[in-house]
């Protein structure tokens, strides 16, 4: 049995806002933008990976839940507790310092991992957590 990631999805409370970071500073192509019910969903993907979708949804993407439930949601991604997405890269470093140039949040700066990569954190937009990893030279 051959299984493959095809698409993951990380909440997004504006999506303009998400577009210039994801499509602007972390250099993802647009592959679609779907408005469905007052809702939307922008799929983005790495060039180096068409196989591979990044859907940036809305916090709670069913047109049936309740108000408490959207309510309770939204305060979730506001605190950052919702969705993380782990992007790789062949210099840490040098992404670190793009992404933070570009005004993103540090949560943290490049560091070795005693489990064999260096990585460093953001928070995009909408709060969630993002690393970036590269497996350590040897």
Known sequence: MDINLS???????DHDKALAFYRDVLGLE?????????????????????????????????????AADREAI???????LLRGVIFTTED????FEHIRAAGAE?????????????DCAFRDP???????TQPRQR
């Open 106 to 118: 540090v949560l943290q700066e490049p560091v070795d991992q005693p489990y064999g990569v260096r």
């Open 30 to 66: 647009v592959r679609g933008d779907v408005g469905f019910e007052g809702m939307r969903w922008v799929t983005v993907g790495s060039p180096a990976q068409p196989g591979v979708d990044i859907v940036l949804e809305p916090p709670l993407a069913d047109p049936n839940a309740s």
């Open 74 to 80: 939204a305060e979730l991604l506001a605190k950052g």
């Open 92 to 95: 840490v470093d040098a992404t």
């Open 126 to 132: 909408a709060g969630n957590m993002l690393r970036f």
């Open 7 to 13: 698409q993951c999805f990380i909440a997004v409370d």
